[in-house]
């Protein structure tokens, strides 16, 4: 195993740091049986091929045929338009936002190592045709993503764009990533000829980042896919062990957990002191919230998760972290070499609120300002966990996806529900087919219809 460059600190979530509120050596001993029993779950998931995705870094033909679409993609078109939402959006944007140049649609060409990527994800009309109003069409080339091949919002742009090009630029310009078998999507790219790529049935798509899914995009950006995949299989293997202070993903599920359960802090934010990682926020929230929100029983179960960055937020957020309700564990995100740095000028010396700055660097500036702010909310009673990357690289997007993806799924026997299920969108989806008409929907738009009506009184 290449040596991990990911860290947790649980410091200040220890009762010597935070006082009462604050965690034991004892309170993770005494959730032992349910460690185990969550690690059964998960191992056992695995061996059946029922939970695939901490095996997908190994899966080296699968890769291999997205990595060389995608570098073809890549080498061919100047953009690359991905459609899709969901799992199938926020996992290669993640990727994107955090490794390439923070203005890489701003370089030059030749410098920018790959495509322009976009992201229109949702079906707004306004982002869908400004996106397709700047851009040349001949070359551009769309990924259409979709793991269930039914998605609503991505068939929307997807028929949009098949409108705009004839049947032989559909074959060159569209590339399909969804089910291998079934599904509109599958069903329409075999008539038509265009290229596909598989999503493993057994990965769920919030889950589906080293699928296709992420791995055609981030190729066609020039993405250190090698990278990104090793860091992912180190983390996994990391994940691999049984006890919590062996494996990092099981620990930051069971102490969010346990904060959650024993001190009621429901609230999980999670927030890098990195502009790059602000889409991997995004991508955090989508994993956690639908994974483990569910309803269980009579009961209700599930973590709120919030996305903040630092030292933005500390201008926001920051103020009710501190002093509001006493509902949340913050989980910072650090990395200790920038990929680029600034030395701040000295200057204006006669101002003290501004000379101590001179000669540090930018990086120092916002790693003490991290720091700061978890003593800050460690000496309030505030827990915090802080992760520490050496840099942000590819090496360490995998570490890093890999391991929220297993403290997710590790999360889910913890709260008793499957973390692999959404069945709560399903009711908002089919009031949307039955009102657009969608045949097999009746009973939803006679469901709605049967629905007190709307009353003049409650309109402003
Ligand atoms: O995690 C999930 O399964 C969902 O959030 C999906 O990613 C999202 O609904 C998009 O689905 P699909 O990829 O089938 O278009």
């Known amino acids: ?6 860290q947790l600190d649980f410091n200040l979530s220890t009762a010597e740091q935070i006082g009462g509120g604050g965690l034991q050596r004892a309170d993770l001993e005494a959730l032992a049986p349910v460690v185990a029993q969550a690690h059964q779950a998960l191992t056992q998931g695995r061996r059946e091929g029922r939970i695939a995705f901490m ?18 993609l890549g080498a061919q078109f100047e953009n690359l338009v991905v459609l899709g939402i969901g799992g199938s959006s926020l996992g290669p944007k993640a990727l994107y936002k955090a490794l390439k140049h923070p203005f890489v649609s701003l370089l030059p060409a030749s410098q920018r190592g790959g495509a322009r990527l976009f992201f229109p994800d949702n079906s707004d009309p306004s982002t869908f045709a400004g996106l397709l109003e700047v851009l040349d069409l001949k070359r551009t080339a769309f990924a259409a993503i979709t793991k269930s091949g039914g ?24 590339v399909a990533v969804t089910d291998p078998k079934v599904g509109a999507l599958r069903a329409v790219a075999t008539k038509e000829g265009w290229r596909t790529l598989p999503v493993p049935p ?5 889950f589906s980042v080293l699928t296709p899914v992420g791995l055609l995009p981030a190729a066609a950006a020039g993405i250190d896919v090698a990278a990104l995949l090793k860091g992912a299989a180190n983390m996994a293997k990391r994940c691999e062990a049984t006890t919590l202070f062996e494996n990092p993903a099981y620990m930051l599920a069971s102490v969010l957990h346990w904060f959650h359960t024993q001190h009621a802090r429901p609230i999980h934010v999670l927030m890098p002191y990195v502009d790059a990682l602000r889409e991997t926020g995004d991508w955090f929230v989508q994993l956690w919230g639908e994974s483990l929100g ?31 309700p006493q509902d949340k564990v913050v989980v910072f995100v650090t990395a200790e070499t920038p990929r680029e740095e600034l030395t701040i000028p000295h200057g204006f010396s006669d101002q003290p609120d501004v000379a101590y700055l001179g000669g540090h660097r930018f990086s120092k500036l916002l790693n003490t300002e991290q720091y700061a702010t978890s003593v800050a909310l460690a000496a309030n009673g505030r827990p915090s966990i802080t992760i520490r990357l050496q840099k942000l690289d590819a090496f360490a997007m ?13 999360s889910g026997p913890l709260y008793g529900i499957n973390p692999y299920d959404q069945p709560g969108v399903e009711a908002g989806k089919r009031y949307t087919c039955g009102l657009l008409g969608r045949p097999g929907y009746e009973g939803a738009k006679a469901e709605l219809e049967a629905r007190p009506a709307l009353k003049r009184d409650w309109l402003l």
Do not use: C, Y
């Open 151 to 174: 998605t609503a919002e991505t068939w929307a742009q997807l028929l949009h764009v098949s409108s705009q090009l004839d049947a032989t630029a559909r074959q060159k310009q569209i």
């Open 294 to 324: 569910k309803k269980k029983g009579r009961e209700h179960v599930g973590p709120t998760p919030v996305r903040a960055v630092g030292a933005t937020d500390q201008h926001s957020l920051l103020q009710l972290l501190m002093e509001g």
């Open 55 to 72: 095996d997908l870094p190994g899966q080296t033909a699968a890769i291999d045929e997205a990595v060389a679409l995608g570098r073809e």
């Open 398 to 410: 995998g570490e890093l996806m890999m391991l929220w993806e297993v403290a997710t799924a590790f």
């Open 1 to 6: 195993m290449t040596n991990p460059t990911l």
């Open 202 to 206: 057994a990965v769920g798509g919030r």
